[in-house]
């Protein structure tokens, strides 16, 4: 909410600066219009990693942090307003790609010598005959990369003119996009007869990916003003909110159970939008 009350303060101090355009005397805002825009996107990924035995889907480890997923936008809108007076109601749909990305890495703590069986969170250990073959459990590494691939909103507007050529509004509707996700999990088994000095130690990973498309919810505000005939400039702020993607993928790390580790990933997908544009209104003053 501290980012949707920002952006709005932000682009509300915009209605004091000057158009710096030559407008017609008259001018209204009826019509359909459509333009092009480019931007800058502030997403964030609320992020649950967690670990599990995957016979008895026991919870090994968990983890949640935020992890930003920033990058350039850039695409397109089309749309129509409807003018009473000062006030201005529309309605618009855009489309746009996008560069936002970001990573988060959890680790399933590894074991200590302090007590057997040396057992890690995830991993199980080795009881050596002798006290230098003890091993303990290694580490497990669950790394995920997510990216905003595209996106897009409907939405409503309405504003209002400060000038014939000025107006500001506010802007909602339907957001949805789609999320992709990938990871990658690494660890090391320990094999070998326990109280022996026969102990194996094997590398073990995977990867796996995931794209999901996601509806959820937008709110906004902007500011266009007229720059000569039908072409119109704007700066424009959104809050986006995808809702939560999720998948879960089974490892070939073996558990202290002797099962396979399970990891599962959970994210609430979320957006800053500031962009500019241009749009041409089609038909006369």
């Known amino acids: 909410m501290k980012r949707i009350l920002s952006g709005i303060v932000c682009l509300a101090s915009l209605i004091a600066a000057d158009a710096h355009a030559a407008p017609p005397a008259v001018y209204n805002w009826n019509g359909f219009y459509a333009g092009l825009n480019l931007g800058y996107s502030w997403g964030n990924s609320s992020t649950t990693q967690s670990f599990s035995d995957s016979a008895s889907g026991a919870l090994l480890s968990s983890g949640t942090s935020g992890f930003d997923m920033t990058g350039v936008i850039g695409g397109g809108q089309a749309g129509y307003n409807w003018q009473r007076m000062n006030w201005v109601f529309g309605v618009e749909a855009d489309f746009q790609g996008s560069g936002q990305k970001g990573n988060n890495t959890a680790v399933c703590a590894g074991g200590t010598l302090a007590a057997a069986p040396f057992n890690g969170a995830c991993t199980p250990g080795h009881i050596g005959d002798t006290a230098p073959f003890n091993t303990p459990g290694v580490p497990v590494v669950f790394g995920l990369n997510q990216s905003l691939e595209w996106f897009g909103t409907i939405r409503g507007r309405v504003g209002t003119t400060f000038t014939p050529v000025i107006l500001g509004y506010v802007t909602g509707g339907l ?20 109280g022996t000095n026969v102990v194996v130690l094997t590398s073990a990973a995977t990867s796996f990916g995931d794209r999901s498309t996601r509806a959820g919810w937008t709110l906004g505000c902007g500011l266009e003003g007229l720059i000569g005939a039908n072409w119109s400039a704007r700066a424009e702020y959104l809050y986006i909110d995808l809702g939560t993607v999720s998948g879960t993928a089974i490892t070939p790390v073996t558990s202290p159970s002797g099962a396979s580790v399970a990891v599962r990933y959970s994210s609430h997908v979320t957006d800053n939008i500031f962009r500019v544009g241009f749009n041409y209104r089609f038909g006369g003053l």
Not at 175 to 194: D, H, L
């Open 175 to 194: 957001a949805y996009g789609e999320v992709s996700t990938s990871g990658a999990v690494s660890g090391t088994n320990i094999t070998g007869p326990q």
